[in-house]
Structures are given as structure tokens and as C-alpha cells.
């Protein structure tokens, strides 16, 4: 059985939506046991709408919730019996293999690396969401946790990037390249130009230098590389673009002419394939990489399916030891270092 727990309080369609992503995942999965936390007479309420295997949800109390507005750390700090403090104490205390949440960004940040804490040797955690792409999908790596990043964690980024895209979607030697302006390597800001030789001379990851935005979609690389920033608007970009073209074929199809719509439906079911594999909640939450434990963050307008895929995911994750490899690159990286002549 693998234990994920789950902040039923967090997000703008919880409890309902949280609730019955849970109930979905168990009902896919049976080596799945959902925790999940958060106000008890709330979420019992939710529960009783649904049919489930009993031994396979379990409610744990948290009396508080952590609002979006508020400051984070001291959310974090105040609110000791709030959802997302609660759930991640079970991933601390080892009661729980992962923690997943639609909630606060910030204090899901913040809890992440202050409540389950950093892998030694972990500058900073990355959040790593999954992006659709005509190939397949890649890593976006960081999207949203740290906005003034340095070359030696973006170098890290790309490391753990790489474990995760070998070992939870079983690419060998995934393409690795970070986010430019041009694909010329003097081309950049300071962090980029400092940052590509660097990546360059790693001998772990299969780095094949930059990626324009316009390449991302077309699935240029697997794992791209940037800091939270640029990251942050690639991804809001990625999923307004989206959500735009589905909403412009729908309308255009209802608006057309007799022939035109006797067109749609017979293109009807493969376009709905393609879209399906274009949509960013297909693919789950962005995991806090480099936490001594397993931390999920989910879109905050999160359903149900997003939140079972993003429970799903929790389970490859722990099978395939991802925490342990990246503990391993590290080690390895470090011994590296050591074994290096003095200039």
C-alpha cells in the first residue's frame, strides 16, 4: 500500500472536487490508501455522497485551513492544526508516502522544505510540473518555488529533472536544455550564460544546449531547464494558449453550417483524443522536488480528475525511489567534487 495524504480544504472547488478525486483514485488503484485531512464534519458530509472500499480512505482531522491570501510563513507557523501543516507532518513522521494539495503555493513552499525538509546536499526544491507537447510531454523545471535562482541550482534542477524523466516515465537519457532566447550559446541573460557551461560539463545528463519557447510544445526536449520566473510564465502562457484553442474548435463546430457540423462529428472522437492529450490536468500536479518526502502541488481550480491522476502519480514515484536516486546523484556529484585536483 502506498499512504497519500490528502488536503481536502485546499483549492477553489474543495471539498467536493477533492473528495471525489480521492474516491477515484482508490477506486482505480487497490495499493492505494488515501488520507484524507481536513475538517471532519466537512468532509464526512462529502464522503457519504460516494461508494468506496472504506479501508481505503481514512479521515484525519485538521480544524484549520490555510488561505491563498495569507503570508505564508506565517500561516505555516500560526496554524499548526491547518490541512496542509497536518498532512505534511504525516509525510514527516512517515505515516504518509506523499502529501498532496490544490491549496497555497506559498505555504505548500514553505511547508515543504521547513515541515518534511530538504535532501542534504538539496540547495532548492524545484516544483516540476508535467507540460503536453506533440511528442509526449516534458518537464518543466522550476515553474513557481524559486524566482532568483543561481547556476548551481538550476545545475541540480537538471540532475533531478532527469531522475524523474528516466525513472517515472522510463525515458533513457532524456534531452535536457535550458530556456534561452536563442540557440546560440552566447546568447542570454547573466544566469543562462553562467549556467550552460555548466550544464554542459555534466557527464550524468544528456544536455543538448537551449530551447526557444516556440520549441517547447513541439517537445524539443524533455526536461527544460529555467528559473521559477520564466518558468511560471511559460506554464500560464501554455495554459491560457490551451484553453483558448479547445474553447475557439468548440464554438467554431456549434456555429457552423449543416456541412461543417456533419464534419465535426466524424472527426469528432479523434480530435477528442488530441485534445484530451493536450490538457495539462490529464498529467496530475508538479511534484516539490528534493523534500525527504514526496510533496504534490495541484492546480488551485483542481477536479476530480486531477486530483486522482496527481494521487496516481504519488504511486510511481515511491515505487521507482526517486528521493533515494536523487540522493544517489548527490553523492556521487559530491565525491566528484572532492576528487577534483585544487586548481
Do not use: W
Amino acid at each position: 500500500m502506498i499512504t497519500v495524504a490528502v488536503d481536502a480544504m485546499g483549492g477553489d472547488n474543495a471539498p467536493s472536487e477533492i473528495v471525489a478525486g480521492a474516491v477515484a483514485a482508490v477506486g482505480k488503484r487497490q495499493d492505494i490508501k488515501v488520507l484524507l485531512v481536513g475538517k471532519e464534519d466537512v468532509v464526512k458530509k462529502e464522503l457519504a455522497k460516494h461508494t468506496y472500499r472504506a479501508e481505503q480512505i481514512e479521515l484525519v482531522p485538521a480544524s484549520e485551513v490555510i488561505e491563498t491570501e495569507e503570508p505564508p510563513v506565517n500561516a505555516i507557523r500560526r496554524k499548526k492544526d491547518s490541512s496542509i501543516v497536518v498532512g505534511m507532518n504525516l509525510v514527516k513522521q512517515k505515516k504518509a508516502d506523499a502529501f498532496v494539495s490544490a491549496g497555497s503555493s506559498g505555504a505548500i513552499l514553505v511547508g515543504g522544505q521547513v515541515i518534511v525538509g530538504r535532501i542534504k546536499g538539496v540547495e532548492r526544491p524545484p516544483l516540476a510540473p508535467l507540460i503536453p507537447t506533440e511528442k509526449g510531454v516534458s518537464l518543466l523545471i522550476d515553474c513557481g518555488a524559486n524566482v532568483d535562482a543561481r547556476p548551481s541550482h538550476l545545475v541540480q534542477f537538471a540532475r533531478m529533472g532527469s531522475i524523474y524523466m528516466e525513472h517515472v516515465l522510463g525515458m533513457k537519457q532524456p534531452r535536457v536544455a535550458i530556456v534561452n532566447i536563442g540557440a546560440e550559446e552566447e546568447k542570454g541573460n547573466a544566469l543562462v550564460k553562467e549556467t550552460f557551461p555548466l550544464l554542459k560539463a555534466c557527464t550524468d545528463i544528456h544536455f543538448i544546449g537551449s530551447i526557444e519557447a516556440r520549441e517547447i510544445p513541439h517537445g524539443g526536449a524533455d526536461v527544460i531547464v529555467s528559473e521559477a520566473f520564466v518558468g511560471n510564465v511559460i506554464l500560464k502562457l501554455y495554459e491560457g494558449v490551451g484553453a483558448t484553442l479547445i474553447h475557439m474548435i468548440k464554438e467554431s463546430m456549434l456555429q457552423s453550417g449543416l456541412p461543417a457540423k456533419i464534419g465535426a462529428l466524424l472527426v469528432k472522437p479523434a480530435l477528442k483524443k488530441s485534445l484530451k492529450s493536450f490538457d495539462a490536468t490529464e498529467y496530475g500536479g508538479a511534484p516539490l522536488l528534493g523534500l525527504n518526502g514526496l510533496v504534490v502541488k495541484t492546480h488551485g481550480s483542481s477536479k476530480a480528475t486531477e486530483v486522482c491522476n496527481s494521487i496516481i502519480q504519488c504511486v510511481t514515484f515511491k515505487e521507482q525511489g526517486i528521493n533515494e536516486k536523487i540522493k544517489e546523484s548527490l553523492g556521487r556529484q559530491e565525491a566528484q567534487t572532492k576528487n577534483q585536483p585544487e586548481a
